[in-house]
């Protein structure tokens, strides 16, 4: 069973910065997409940003310009780079890793990112 790995969350103040890691934790063959999602309290889970193999990147209006997702596809790592952090980034943020046609699509367990204004 392949498990998602994610590190890099905590406590920041507003304007702050952190980095998000994840990577699976076996092999994992083929992968399409991977990606950051994330959900606050009484919201529902939405995209964060996402990356293809193919290099193509995919952000959420309310982050462009803060955040940059990169991808080591030799590692199989995804990272997510949060930069001028706000109270409003605040929420549980979960990696999503799909394989080409959708063949699988794992969940991290999240991590919690709280910013304090």
């Known amino acids: 069973q392949v498990q998602l790995v994610e590190s890099g969350g905590g406590l920041v103040q507003a304007g702050g910065s952190l980095r998000l890691s994840c990577a699976p934790s076996?092999?994992?063959?083929?992968?399409?997409?991977m990606g950051w999602y994330r959900q606050a309290p009484g919201k529902q889970r939405e995209l964060v940003a996402s990356?293809?193999?193919?290099?193509?990147?995919n952000y959420a209006d309310s982050v462009k310009g803060r955040f940059t997702i990169s991808r080591d596809i030799a590692k199989n790592t995804v990272y997510l780079q949060m930069n001028s952090l706000k109270p409003e980034d605040t929420a549980v943020y979960y990696c999503n890793v799909r394989g080409p046609f959708n063949r699988y699509n794992y969940w991290g367990q999240g991590t919690q990112v709280t910013v304090s204004s």
């Open positions: 990356t293809t193999t193919g290099g193509s990147t």
């Open positions: 076996g092999s994992i063959g083929s992968i399409n997409t």
